[in-house]
C-alpha cells in the first residue's frame, strides 16, 4: 500500500498529513505552493493530476482523491482509529469532523476569498462581518466542550475532528479569541509527535494554542 498526500504547507491538508502520520502510514507528502509556477496548485502537471487544482489530494495505490472530509473518513475507517466504528461516539465524532470540514473552513474560505477578490475600500467592512461569524462558530465550541465536560470534542480521546479543528485554528490566530477548553484541545493535539512531524515537514509555526 503506498500513500502519496499533496499538502499546500499549514492549509487543510496539513490536517490530512498529521493524521497519516498518528496512523502510522508514512506517506510521501509533496508540498505545493497557491498559484500557476512550477509546485503551483494550478500548474498544468498538478491539474493533470487533480483537475481541482486544490488540496488534499491523496493518491493511494495510484489512484487519486479528493475532499478533505472524504480522505479523513476513508483513511481513518480504513486503518481503525481516529474515528469511532459505532453508534453514538462515531455520530458525533462525524458531526465534529464535518463541523470543521464543512463549516468552519469555508467561513475561514470567505476572509480568505475578501481578501483577494474585493477592492481595498470593500475590505474593511467585509472582513469584519466575516471574522465575526468565524468568532461566534469559536465560541460555539467553547460552550460545547463546557457542556459536555469532555477533553476533545467527542469524548475523552481525540478523534479526526479535533486534528482538523487545530489545523485551522492556526490560520490568523491573533484575529480570534479561543476559549480555554478549545486552546486545551489545540495544545494537546499540537503536542503530539505525529502533529509535530507534520508541523516540521511543512515547515510551519504553531501558534493557536499560545
Ligand atoms: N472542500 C475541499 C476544500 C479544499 C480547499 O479549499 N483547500 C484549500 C487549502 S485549505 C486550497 O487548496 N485552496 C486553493 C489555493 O490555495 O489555491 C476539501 O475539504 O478538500
Known amino acids: 500500500m503506498s500513500y502519496e498526500l499533496y499538502s499546500k504547507a499549514g492549509s487543510c491538508s496539513m490536517a490530512v498529513h498529521a493524521i497519516m502520520n498518528e496512523l502510522g502510514l508514512n506517506p510521501k507528502v509533496y508540498i505545493k505552493v497557491a498559484g500557476d509556477g512550477p509546485d503551483g496548485l494550478k500548474n498544468p502537471e498538478y ?12 493518491v493511494e495505490d495510484g489512484k487519486g482523491m479528493i475532499e478533505g472530509g472524504a480522505i479523513i473518513t476513508y483513511l481513518c475507517d480504513k486503518h481503525g482509529a481516529l474515528l469511532p466504528k459505532l453508534g453514538q461516539q462515531r455520530a458525533q ?58 477533553t476533545y470534542l467527542a469524548g475523552i480521546e481525540p478523534t479526526a475532528a479535533d486534528f482538523l479543528l487545530t489545523t485551522i485554528a492556526n490560520w490568523n490566530p491573533a ?29 510551519i509555526e504553531y501558534k493557536a494554542a499560545a
Open 93 to 150: 465524532a462525524l458531526q465534529w469532523l464535518m463541523f470543521a470540514n464543512a463549516t468552519l473552513h469555508p467561513a475561514y474560505g470567505r476572509t480568505f476569498w475578501i481578501s483577494s477578490n474585493l477592492p481595498q475600500e470593500q475590505q474593511e467592512g467585509a472582513l469584519k462581518a466575516a471574522r465575526a461569524q468565524i468568532q461566534q462558530l469559536w465560541d460555539y465550541v467553547e460552550g460545547e466542550l463546557e457542556k459536555s465536560g469532555t
Open 175 to 203: 484575529a480570534y479569541k479561543f476559549g480555554p477548553k478549545t486552546k486545551a484541545v489545540f495544545k494537546n493535539i499540537s503536542a503530539r509527535p505525529s502533529y509535530q512531524k507534520a508541523l516540521a515537514e511543512e515547515n
Open 47 to 58: 491539474l493533470k493530476l487533480n483537475p481541482r487544482g486544490n488540496v488534499p489530494f491523496l
